[in-house]
């Protein structure tokens, strides 16, 4: 069963940090571009970040500079760095993997694989 299991989340002040992993298991995931999209409350699900199997990355303009995705493919995992949190990224927070790139940056739907979601509180 291929599963996506994030972590990380939690509350932070306006300003600080957090490191949010996306453990992938039930098959290999080196060939898959790895992203990272966020949900808050009352709103549409967004697109943050993603990576592809050759390192290539994209960020949503909200997050650029600011957040930082990275890809270990030895223990399937992929890592979003958030820096200089501001209140607005506040959100549950979703690993997701596909094998086109263009499918995470694009769309919300249609993905191959989600995990349930991790919330970040930014307090201001």
């Known amino acids: 069963q291929v599963q996506l299991v994030e972590s990380g989340g939690g509350l932070v002040q306006a300003g600080g940090s957090l490191r949010l992993s996306c453990v992938a298991s039930?098959?290999?995931?080196?060939?898959?571009?790895m992203g990272w999209f966020r949900q808050a409350p009352g709103k549409e699900r967004e697109f943050v970040a993603v990576?592809?199997?050759?390192?290539?990355?994209y960020y949503a303009d909200s997050v650029k500079g600011r957040f930082t995705i990275s890809r270990d493919n030895a223990k399937n995992t992929a890592v979003l760095q958030m820096n200089s949190l501001k209140a607005e990224d506040t959100a549950v927070y979703y690993c997701?993997?596909?094998?086109?790139?263009?499918?995470?940056?694009?769309?919300?739907?249609?993905?191959?694989?989600w995990g349930k979601g991790t919330l970040v509180t930014v307090s201001s």
């Open positions: 997701a993997a596909d094998s086109n790139v263009y499918t995470i940056v694009l769309r919300t739907t249609g993905i191959d694989y």
């Open positions: 990576i592809r199997s050759d390192g290539t990355t």
């Open positions: 039930g098959r290999t995931f080196s060939t898959y571009a």
